[in-house]
């Protein structure tokens, strides 16, 4: 969040990382996907913020503001990226997992 302090628009950043990843990832960018900002904790950076998380939200993706030096916000992304993870495994074995032939004898 302190690319404000280098001239740096932290929306336009997020739509250049998507950008540059659908470009080059296409398959990666389909995924879903969790928008951090860090560094929160720094002075002058809640109008940023809040642009971030309203772009991300009309994305529909998952936005947190986190300061990795105090742990702020850390706990609740962790544990938001491991249900995910855990919801999307799952789903991925159910679309593996062949289902048995009604007819067969088991």
Not at 13 to 20: A, P, R
Not at 36 to 42: E, H
């Amino acid at each position: 969040m302190t690319g404000g302090y280098e001239g740096r628009d932290p929306v336009e950043d997020y739509h250049t990382i998507n950008d540059e990843l659908a470009a080059y990832a296409a398959d990666l960018a389909a995924r879903p996907q969790i928008v951090v900002a860090n560094k929160c904790d720094m002075p002058d950076v809640e109008e940023g913020i809040d642009a971030l998380r309203a772009e991300a939200e009309a994305d529909g993706k998952t936005f947190f503001a986190i300061s990795a030096l105090t742990g702020a916000g850390i706990d609740e992304l962790v544990a938001q990226t491991a249900e995910l993870v855990s919801q999307l495994r799952a789903e991925a074995r159910e679309a593996t997992v062949p289902m048995p032939d009604a007819g067969a004898v088991w």
